[in-house]
């Protein structure tokens, strides 16, 4: 993960307050009667009281994923033609306080974030997104200051990982919209993406860049010969 969107890990954590962790919380978050801060601290306080479960639950779904998912395998490989290699034992599990699922840093590989996988196939689509960065790391020499490069980047790892194909579009995150769908996916996930960077401005900053780098980047799909899923 670049250190401009790298995802805060926790060390174990000291006793949570499970005062906030109970049913009457969980559904007054259902209802949306609970206030911001009551839905942050149910949630936190769940994450540290299943910490040990999530990791362990994510860190089955990698191995898995190293041995059997046809992209992960064919990235790792194709990682390691350009002299790079990730694999299990530098895709680490932890649990983060930020809310993105992962990250990726040129020294030390792969984070997940145990605590934000919903399945085997999120961690796929995570895994694969991070490591269609890696590869344009290696491929490409990626500036990691260049918010141009890091849009174009963007752009292929929502395009190429998966993670916005129409079923992952449809029935996880309610975008219903058929037309352009994989489009809108990748300007969507990449726009939110660059606005958590230092340097980008908003969410039109943002936008902007993508779109000044989408017409090369989309349709760039190395290393696979077309749009993977």
């Known amino acids: ?12 954590s000291t006793e949570p307050d499970q005062s906030f962790y109970t049913w009457r919380s969980f559904f007054s978050i259902l ?22 479960r999530d990791i362990k639950r994510v860190e089955e779904h990698r191995d898995f994923l190293f041995q059997y998912s046809p992209i992960v395998r064919f990235m790792r490989e194709e990682i390691q033609k350009l002299g790079g290699d990730i694999n299990p034992s530098n895709v680490r599990c932890r649990r983060c306080t930020t809310p993105q699922g992962g990250g990726i840093d040129k020294d030390y590989g792969i984070l997940l974030c145990a605590n934000h996988m919903r399945n085997r196939g999120h961690v796929e689509d995570t895994i694969a997104h991070e490591m269609v960065h890696a590869y344009d790391y290696l491929r490409f020499k990626v500036d990691r200051w260049n918010l141009r490069h890091q849009a174009c980047t963007e752009i292929r790892a929502s395009t190429l990982s998966g993670e916005c194909r129409f079923t992952r579009e449809f029935f996880t995150r309610n975008q219903w919209s058929i ?35 989408w017409d090369n980047c989309f349709v760039d799909t190395r290393p696979f010969d077309e749009i993977y899923k």
């Not at 340097?199 to 936008?207: C, E, F, L, R, T």
Request: charged share 30%.
């Open 1 to 12: 993960m670049e250190p401009e969107q790298q995802p805060r890990i926790t060390a174990p």
């Open 31 to 52: 209802s949306g009667q609970a206030t911001p801060e009551e839905r942050r601290q149910y949630l936190l306080t769940r994450d540290i009281l299943n910490e040990e």
């Open 179 to 213: 037309t352009s769908q994989l489009q809108e996916c990748v300007r969507r996930r990449a726009t939110l993406s660059l606005m958590a960077r230092p340097g980008v401005k908003d969410d039109v900053h943002a936008a902007r860049l993508v779109n000044e780098v």
